[in-house]
């Protein structure tokens, strides 16, 4: 069974960088991929950025070019970098995988999310 535990988040200015962490009981390569989804109070959770055991990545495009999503096997950790942070990127933030990474429907485990806030 895959647990997965979000670390990382926190409260920085607009512009600023933050890492999110993501640590998996096992890593989550035996899915198809994993990702990071986000939801603000009021809204629905959105995919952010997804990974594939190909190693290709797929990011939602107002994230494009700020956001890189990666993996330590070694450490069965998954990571989010994030620069040039917006107001409009504050969010809970969700560790996630399945069998499609870009959407809720294709996601079989959730992390219990890490607060980003960004003023």
């Known amino acids: 069974h895959v647990q997965l535990v979000e670390s990382g988040g926190g409260t920085v200015q607009a512009g600023g960088s933050l890492r999110l962490s993501c640590a998996v009981s096992?890593?989550?390569?035996?899915?198809?991929?994993m990702g990071w989804f986000r939801q603000a109070p009021g809204k629905e959770r959105e995919g952010v950025a997804a990974?594939?055991?190909?190693?290709?990545?797929v990011y939602e495009d107002s994230v494009k070019g700020r956001f890189t999503i990666s993996t330590n096997n070694a450490k069965n950790t998954l990571y989010l970098q994030m620069n040039s942070l917006k107001p409009e990127d504050s969010a809970m933030y969700y560790c996630?995988?399945?069998?499609?990474?870009?959407?809720?429907?294709?996601?079989?485990?959730w992390g219990q999310g890490t607060q980003v806030t960004v003023s």
């Open positions: 990974i594939y055991r190909n190693g290709a990545t």
């Open positions: 096992e890593f989550a390569y035996s899915k198809a991929c």
């Open positions: 996630a995988t399945g069998w499609g990474c870009t959407e809720r429907a294709g996601i079989d485990y």
